[in-house]
């Protein structure tokens, strides 16, 4: 099992640095082994910059990332693709790949140069295929795919990456909400090591173990779900007013959002 | 629907290289002076040392094996190399539209062999203008990549811009010499921007195949990351690859390949441009699979087209560089029409 740590990120864009302006400044944060945590904050607080800095695609300024006590900048790319996988919004150009295709491209960091996929490797890619209900369209062209199957398309190309760390930026944001529930689901029981983004409060109350708050490239706030989501909080941080209270059957915290009349 | 299956895909591949090969012997037959295609296969078996004599006179068996079946082999080299590169650099810029004289080493090499021409006289001997015209890709190629580097990032954007505009002043430049030059250096630089097969000699084969083969496969090993590249930096780097890297190994293996091609055959257009999306429409996009079959298909284009430019206007030789746009814009066109 998997942990990341990140201890004292600060990270801006090449553009911004001259002017000391820092989009994320003093991020402590941490993932224990088979943890799933949720990362919460208003639209530009810096979720993404924030995921992009664990898997390995922004460079920090200063401080560390590193999972199981190796710093990330000091691996190969191919290191860290063997242990972390993401689910990203970013769809494949509609150039004709089939979703297969999509999907195999998930065993890109285990396989050799030339090496073409094994009888294991479209086996797995089969089976996973299946598990996020897609078995029946794996010929398709993925740009022909809704929103939502190309979702899931993308969340099995992570998992047949066998990874340790799964990162997700907005894994729900395009599913009905039949999918949403089974999606976290799914990961839930993989019990893999997560670090995702949440627009949906409720969902993140619901899945998470623990919750990290950003504002304005700063964490304000970390802790179960519980004692994160108090009405006062969600009053700083997005600026309405909200119900909090807990969820009739799971326990769970439950936001109703009080909307002016 | 684009073939999916392995046995499929084989098939085709084969089927490609079969018909490849049947159209270049079948290509010797056409030109100028006319030799019956029995005679061309009895010619190229004899060449071979399958058979020996037949009723062709020896000026025929000249004509096919040193005029025309260099120049056939050529063309098939030079499409295939042509469309391999457009492939790549299709997936790398993230633009369909990409092509290989999109680095600016078509207009670096029309401005190496006008410099020569006006300039410097035959230094090389007959190699002096190829020459030159490498020597000007390569340089047009460097300041291409100078002109859109930042700060070690190479975006593809920024390259794009780059290359058109270190074209547009490097095509200034030949213009220039050209209208205040003379009009025998006008005539042999014509041929670096409207396209050729005229220097082909048995000799010089070897180095087109060689590069292609190269080029071949250097683009194989980089075909994931060509995949990954196509769906964008993040996914590139989330699946491991050090995307700078990589674009910087397409960009340097595409623009040697096409610096020796154009150094030999001059600028041909639309074979870069199009055969990668044919290819793409019968394969899928997934690039070791379209890699192969786009370099024959190019490859399979530019023989027919080359017998086109022979024959339109016999016993004048088309310029391969107007044949090429001229069937390929109707050809495109075409395909448009019907989807
Ligand atoms: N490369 C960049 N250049 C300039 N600004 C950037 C860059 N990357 C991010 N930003 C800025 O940083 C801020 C945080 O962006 P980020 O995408 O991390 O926000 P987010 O929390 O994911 O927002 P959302 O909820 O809308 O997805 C935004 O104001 C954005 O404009
Ligand atoms: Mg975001």
């Known amino acids: 099992m998997t942990a990341l740590t990140i201890h004292q990120l600060r990270w801006t864009p090449t553009a911004l640095e001259r002017r000391q302006h820092w989009l994320l400044n003093g991020i402590d944060l941490h993932v224990a082994a088979g943890e799933f945590v949720g990362l919460i904050g208003p639209n530009g607080s810096g979720k993404t910059s924030l995921l992009r800095c664990a898997y390995r695609f922004n460079p920090p300024l200063a401080g560390q990332v590193s999972l199981d006590g190796n710093d990330l900048w000091q691996q190969r790319p191919r290191w860290s693709a063997q242990r972390i996988a993401v689910v990203l919004q970013e769809f494949p150009q509609a150039f004709g790949l089939t979703v297969a295709d999509v999907v195999a491209m998930g065993r890109t960091p285990h396989q050799g140069m030339f090496a073409g996929d094994n009888e294991a490797d479209r086996q797995l890619i089969e089976q996973t295929l299946d598990a996020v209900g897609l078995g029946d369209v794996h010929q398709h062209d993925f740009a022909t795919l809704s929103g939502g199957e190309k979702q899931r398309v993308l969340l099995a190309r992570a998992l047949v990456q066998q990874p340790r760390l799964l990162i997700l930026d907005e894994p729900t944001n395009h599913l009905d909400p039949r999918y949403q529930l089974e999606l976290l689901g799914h990961l839930r029981r993989l019990g893999l090591s997560t670090l995702a983004s949440f627009h949906d409060l409720n969902l993140a109350a619901a899945f998470c173990d623990r919750l990290y708050v950003i504002d304005n490239g700063c964490l304000v706030a970390s802790g179960t779900p519980a004692e994160v989501l108090t009405a006062e909080r969600l009053h700083q941080v997005f600026g309405v007013h909200a119900l909090v209270d807990t969820h009739p059957l799971a326990g769970y915290p439950r936001i109703t959002w009080i909307t002016e009349p | ?339």
């Open chain 2, 1 to 339: 629907m684009p073939i999916r299956s392995v046995a499929a895909y084989r098939l085709l591949v084969l089927g490609l290289l079969g018909v490849l090969l049947v159209s270049c012997m079948t290509a010797l037959a056409f030109g100028p002076a006319s030799v019956p295609v029995s005679n061309v296969w009895g010619i190229v078996g004899e060449q071979l040392g399958l058979r020996s004599g037949g009723d062709w006179t020896q000026g025929q068996s000249r004509i096919v094996w040193l005029i025309r079946a260099p120049r056939v082999l050529l063309g098939a080299l030079v499409g295939a190399g042509l469309a391999l590169v457009g492939t790549a650099l299709q997936a790398v810029t993230r633009n369909p539209l990409a092509d290989p004289h999109l680095l600016g080493v078509s207009s670096g090499a029309a401005l190496g062999a006008v410099l020569v021409v006006l300039f410097l006289g035959d230094f090389a001997g007959v190699f002096s203008l190829p020459l030159a015209a490498f020597i000007g890709a390569l340089g047009s190629m460097t300041l291409v990549l100078a002109v859109a580097n930042q700060q070690g990032r190479l975006s593809s954007e920024r390259l794009l811009l780059a290359g058109v505009a270190v074209s547009f002043v490097l095509m200034a430049l030949v213009n220039l010499l050209l209208y205040t030059g003379d009009q025998h250096a006008s005539n042999s630089v014509m041929f670096w921007m409207l396209g050729g097969l005229g220097l082909a000699r048995w000799e010089i084969l070897w180095l087109p195949a060689l590069c292609l083969l190269l080029g071949l496969l250097a683009l194989l090993a980089l075909a994931r990351g060509l995949n990954a590249l196509m769906s964008g930096e993040h996914t590139a780097v989330s699946l491991g690859f050090n995307v700078q890297a990589v674009r910087v190994q397409v960009f340097v293996c595409t623009a040697l390949l096409t610096g020796v091609l154009v150094a030999l055959s001059g600028a041909i257009g639309f074979v870069g441009l199009m055969l990668p999306h044919l290819a793409r429409r019968l394969v899928g996009a997934e690039h070791r699979r379209l890699l192969p079959v786009s370099a024959l298909l190019g490859g399979l284009f530019l023989v027919w087209v080359d017998v086109a430019a022979r024959t339109l206007i016999a016993p004048q030789d088309l310029p391969i560089g107007i044949a090429t746009a001229a069937i390929g814009g109707v050809f495109f066109i075409a395909l448009l029409r019907r989807r």
